[in-house]
Each structure stands twice: as structure tokens, then as C-alpha cells.
């Protein structure tokens, strides 16, 4: 499938600052945009997504931007807490299966 | 709450046995999908399937295959394991190509091939 690229690998923040996960894709048939949440020992689980007709969408302290002409997409996490500590993949759907980044390993700092 | 579960949690084997991973939901989901997880490498699709009896091949299709009798059920084989073939293995599930609401995960099978 088209490959996506997510950007950075790592990512250490002090408690009550913000993050930022960055994804680049190639397809663009590509029209809906799924973030996974993967803690320890647990298993990916869906916490936000966002569809090619929308440009951002919020949950929470938690958003994601889409921008298709660049076709880049982003998850933005405010106020972060500990328990916001986890692996994090962005991915996409076109025709195919979905398509996974290589994973953020997110670490906040209490 | 929805469930893909997934029959063992760890398995060792050696090399050369062959090897069974059991995926089953009770969604009534039509897709079901086999992924790989490696450090640093993500998840990468093996095989998955759309219907009973039909599968399609993934990105790293070689040295499994899988099984779809019902639609609960997806299994994964490994027809002659190897230590490369050392990982976790999620199984997923999801409606329709997963548009609506993504997918749904497994807790996953860590299989290590000694």
C-alpha cells in the first residue's frame, strides 16, 4: 500500500505542554484519516479521525488537521498528562487497506 | 462493548512447526485484517479479507497464509515458522473499508520462534 510518513519517532514533552505528530502521504485518493493510541501492553485503539471534506476536527484537548493539498495531516495534543504517554500511529484509507505510520512514542514528563 | 479477540496472548514455537494464530469478533464485521508490529517498523498488513472465503494479499505476504471459513473467524498461519517471524501480531476488524469508525484491534499474539 502507499507508504506514510510520520515524523518524529520520539517525542518527550514536560507535562501541560502541547504536542505535535506530523504524517505525509502520497495517495490522493486518500480521503479518511484515522490516529491510534497504542499504551503499553494494550492494543491500538481509535481516538480521533478526520475525513477529506474537513480540515480540522476537535475532541477534547486532542485535534487533528488535514491539509490535502499538501497532503499532510497532524495531531495536536494540549495540556498534555501523563496518562497521554503511549505510542501514537497516524494512518489512511484509500483503496486499500489502512496504511500505518511507524509510530510517535510519546513521553511526558511529570 | 465490541470485542476482536485474539486466542493467545504469547506463544514460543520452534523453527519449522507450523503455527496457528485464531482471530475471532462478534461484530458481524465483513473485514477482518492480519498485521504485523515491529519496533521502529509500525504495523504492516500481511494478509486480509473482505468476505468468507475470499483474502487478499498484504505487503509482507511471504511464509503465511490465512483462513476464512466464517465470518467470525480469521486465523493466521505460518506454514513453516522461522525466527524472523518473530513479532506481535494484531489481528483487526472493521465495517465496510473501515470509512466508518476505523478498526477495531485484538490485544495481540506475541509469537516468538526459537
Known amino acids: 500500500g502507499e507508504n506514510v510518513e510520520q515524523h518524529p519517532s520520539t517525542l518527550s514533552v514536560q507535562e501541560g505542554d502541547s504536542a505535535v505528530i506530523k504524517c505525509t502521504y502520497s495517495?490522493?485518493?486518500?480521503?479518511?484519516f484515522p490516529w491510534y493510541k497504542q499504551e503499553l501492553g494494550k492494543r491500538p485503539q481509535l481516538i480521533i479521525d478526520i475525513r477529506s471534506n474537513v480540515g480540522e476536527k476537535k475532541d477534547q484537548r486532542i485535534a487533528v488537521t488535514l491539509n490535502k493539498t499538501a497532503k499532510h495531516f497532524s495531531l495536536h495534543i494540549t495540556e498534555t498528562q501523563p496518562e497521554d504517554s503511549a505510542v501514537y500511529f497516524c494512518s489512511h484509507l484509500a483503496d486499500t487497506p489502512l496504511v500505518f505510520g511507524k509510530g510517535t512514542r510519546l513521553s511526558v514528563i511529570a | 462493548d465490541v470485542k476482536v479477540t485474539q486466542s493467545s496472548r504469547y506463544l514460543v514455537k520452534r523453527t519449522g512447526e507450523k503455527v496457528f494464530l485464531e482471530c475471532v469478533q462478534d461484530?458481524?464485521?465483513?473485514?477482518m485484517f492480519w498485521y504485523r508490529q515491529d519496533p521502529g517498523l509500525g504495523l504492516r498488513l500481511i494478509y486480509f479479507?473482505?468476505?468468507?472465503?475470499m483474502k487478499e494479499k498484504g505487503d509482507i505476504p511471504e511464509g503465511y497464509s490465512v483462513s476464512r471459513e466464517k465470518k467470525e473467524r480469521f486465523s493466521l498461519i505460518l506454514e513453516s515458522a522461522s525466527t524472523n517471524q518473530t513479532s506481535m501480531y494484531l489481528c483487526a476488524s472493521s465495517w465496510g473499508q473501515g470509512e466508518i469508525d476505523g478498526y477495531t484491534f485484538g490485544s495481540g499474539t506475541r509469537l516468538t520462534v526459537v
Open positions: 479479507s473482505y468476505d468468507v472465503k
Open positions: 495517495d490522493s485518493a486518500s480521503n479518511y
Open positions: 461484530m458481524d464485521h465483513e473485514n
